[in-house]
C-alpha cells in the first residue's frame, strides 16, 4: 500500500494563490501520470489538470490559464500552482498517481476561497 502524502491546501481569498503539492510515500515504482482531480459539495469529482512522467499536461477548461502543474521526477512529486482562484475553485482536490501496476489517489485536501 503506497500512501500519497498530499499539502498546500488552505484558505484564500479570491484572486489569491495556492501551491498543492503531492508524493508517494515509498519508492521502487514507475509513475506514468500525475494528477489532481477536485469534488465540490454536491458535484461529481473532475480532473484539474494531469502531466505524464513525459512532460505532457491536461488542464481542465476551468482551469486552464490560471494554473500550473509540474513534476519533480527524482523525488516523485507533483505540484500544482493555482492563481487567480476564485470561490468556485473551492473544493476538496484529490492527487492521483498512475504507475503500471497501480493507480492511488489522496485522501484529498481542503482548498476554500472567499469572495
Known amino acids: 500500500q503506497v500512501d500519497l502524502v498530499e499539502s498546500g491546501g488552505g484558505l484564500v481569498q479570491a484572486g489569491g494563490s495556492l501551491r498543492l503539492s503531492c508524493a508517494p510515500s515509498?519508492?521502487?515504482?514507475?509513475?506514468?501520470?500525475m494528477g489532481w482531480l477536485r469534488q465540490a459539495p454536491g458535484k461529481r469529482r473532475e480532473l484539474v489538470a494531469s502531466i505524464t512522467s513525459g512532460g505532457t499536461t491536461t488542464y481542465a477548461d476551468s482551469i486552464k490559464g490560471r494554473s500550473t502543474i509540474s513534476m519533480d521526477g527524482a523525488k516523485n512529486t507533483v505540484s500544482l500552482q493555482l492563481n487567480s482562484l476564485q470561490p468556485e475553485d473551492t473544493a476538496v482536490y484529490f492527487c492521483?498517481?498512475?504507475?503500471?501496476?497501480?493507480?492511488?489517489w489522496g485522501q484529498g485536501i481542503q482548498v476554500t476561497v472567499s469572495s
Open positions: 492521483e498517481v498512475d504507475t503500471d501496476d497501480w493507480t492511488q
Open positions: 515509498g519508492n521502487g515504482f514507475s509513475i506514468n501520470r
